[in-house]
């Protein structure tokens, strides 16, 4: 039995340590396991964290058609330049009228690209989720490739500046007419402006031509040009927030002079003109002739400004012969008689031009007339001037300058005066000038005058006797051919003059003068 005992108990030891043995080795294999599980996994995570952090885009990602697999944020950047400004090359305008061309070009542009905001998503793509599902998007990625696109803003800047410099070059005034007295040639003869047969010719008068063109020189103005700036940077502006980049067409305004050679023929009119003839007797000596061409020379083109006052005088000079002046008629000793004086015939031009200032209403300032009446002008419209004594003065009293020419027509033989100004404004549009001579005075009783020169009975004529005259003399205003009203001018008295007789020294009022002793003042 004992040996029985025995027996059973061999085996159940030997499966006891078979356990025991079994326990440790899996205890073993499970901590080996369990260290190899913790190895995989480390390395998968290990590996799991080198793609995400790796730094490098991932191979088959292309930004803006440029591939950036393996490159750094910063590589890629720099690699991407020629494909931004490739994104930006036709951000330009190309702004002209045709004639003008002018390139805003980039660097008139704020230009600002998407691109570190594209590459940081570039950067993102395939850096989250577990290994697995970052391996199999790593691969979909180089097989199937990730496409990003660069985007941009582009704001012009500066732009009124930029067309204000346009404006610079390209604006330009309007210009206005202008006009100035026409320059005569000197006439040597006269040393004065050759105001010599320059009326209208006939040929001239009925083609309608117009004697300002004789008288003045005009010329035309010329249009300006500007250029809307505002609504040019406004477009630009607003093609540039479009995308809408190249040609702007722009255009400019056209500026028209204010003042034209029409509108200055509308301020400048023959206000008045008038003649006096000089074909009858000795009014036509070729010396007095040559004394009315050098005034009118003298007086050609005379300006006066508002308020200016007009002087015969100064105008002039003193009528010496050694100032250019050749002798000819004057009246002397109050009208009684005449003899040659340098400068004689002066105050034909003068009484013209009185003619001419009254039919204008311009103000007479001074004016005296002959002591004998003219045949060559109305009674009462005369105005005489003498060097250093008696002038003719008259004045501008228009808002507006005026201009003054006289001249001679060698043809017709006439002295003008023209005054070209504003034209007439209220009731009337034209002056005429009219004289009415009142009662005679009559001679009065024989003069008799001693001269030493003469002995009895020996005597001569010193003056005829002459009636003495007197004027009224009147503007009348006229519209369209009426008469509106009528002024009187002045009253105008010319000197009577009695027979005067030189006699001999110790003549005896009464006595009478008989005729064969009649002497001649050549035969004295």
Not at 149 to 156: C, F, L, N, R, W
Not at 163 to 181: C, G, I, N, Q, R
Not at 346 to 361: E, F, I, K, R, W
Not at 383 to 390: D, F, L, P, Q
């Amino acid at each position: 039995m004992a040996e029985l005992g025995t027996e059973s108990k061999t085996p159940s030891g030997s499966k006891k340590r078979l356990t025991v043995t079994l326990v440790a080795v899996a205890a073993v294999l499970v901590v080996a396991g369990t260290l190899l599980f913790l190895k995989i996994r480390s390395d998968r995570e290990e590996l799991r964290q080198s793609i995400i952090t790796s730094g490098t885009f991932h191979p088959g990602i292309t930004v803006q058609g440029v591939d950036v697999s393996g490159m750094t944020i910063a590589e890629a950047t720099e690699a991407l330049k020629d494909a931004e400004q490739a994104l930006v090359s036709d951000v330009s305008f190309r702004i002209t009228d045709g004639e003008h061309t002018y390139i805003y070009d980039q660097s008139h542009f704020d230009i600002v690209f998407d691109t570190d905001a594209v590459l940081a998503e570039a950067m993102a793509l395939g850096r989250e989720g577990d290994l697995h599902s970052l391996q199999e998007e790593l691969a979909d990625i180089a097989e199937n490739g990730r496409t990003f696109t660069i985007s941009y803003t582009a704001v012009p800047n500066d732009v009124e500046g930029f067309v204000a410099k346009m404006a610079s070059e390209l604006d330009t005034p309007a210009v206005d007419a202008t006009f100035s007295v026409k320059q005569l040639e000197l006439n040597e003869e006269t040393e004065a402006s050759n105001a010599v047969n320059i009326g209208l010719t006939e040929e001239e008068i009925a083609a309608g031509a117009d004697l300002r063109d004789k008288r003045f020189d005009f010329v035309e103005g010329t249009q300006g040009y500007s250029l809307d700036q505002d609504a040019l940077a406004a477009l630009i502006r607003e093609r540039a927030e479009a995308g809408e980049y190249g040609e702007i067409n722009f255009e400019l305004s056209v500026l028209y002079p204010s003042v034209t050679i029409a509108t200055i023929k509308q301020s400048l009119v023959l206000r008045s003109s008038a003649w006096t003839s000089y074909s009858r007797g000795n009014y036509g000596r070729a010396t007095r002739v040559h004394n009315m061409t050098k005034a009118c020379g003298l007086i050609y083109g005379t300006v006066l400004q508002p308020g200016d006052v007009f002087s015969c005088n100064d105008t002039l000079g003193p009528r010496y012969e050694k100032y250019g002046w050749q002798p000819a008629p004057a009246v002397i000793e109050g009208g009684a008689d005449t003899e040659d004086q340098p400068g004689g015939g002066v105050c034909q031009v003068s009484t013209t031009m009185y003619n001419a200032v009254l039919m204008g209403d311009y103000e007479i300032v001074y004016r005296q007339a002959h002591s004998s009446r003219l045949s060559y002008v109305d009674g009462g419209l005369d105005a005489t001037i003498n060097t250093g004594t008696i002038d003719f003065k008259w004045s501008n009293n228009t808002e507006a300058p005026i201009y003054v020419f006289a001249w001679i027509d060698t043809n017709e033989k006439k002295i003008w005066c023209e005054i070209y100004g504003l034209p007439f404004s209220g009731d009337f549009d034209e002056i005429e000038l009219y004289s009415v001579e009142k009662d005679p005075i009559q001679p009065t009783a024989d003069e008799f005058i001693p001269n030493a020169s003469l002995t009895y009975p020996y005597w001569m004529v010193k003056n005829e006797a002459k009636k003495g005259y007197v004027y009224d003399t009147f503007k009348i205003y006229k519209l369209a051919g009426v008469e509106v009203r009528r002024e009187k001018i002045t009253t105008t008295t010319y000197r009577m003059h009695p027979n005067r007789y030189y006699v001999w020294p110790g003549y005896v009022a009464g006595t009478p003068l008989l005729p064969e002793y009649k002497l001649t003042p050549a035969e004295e």
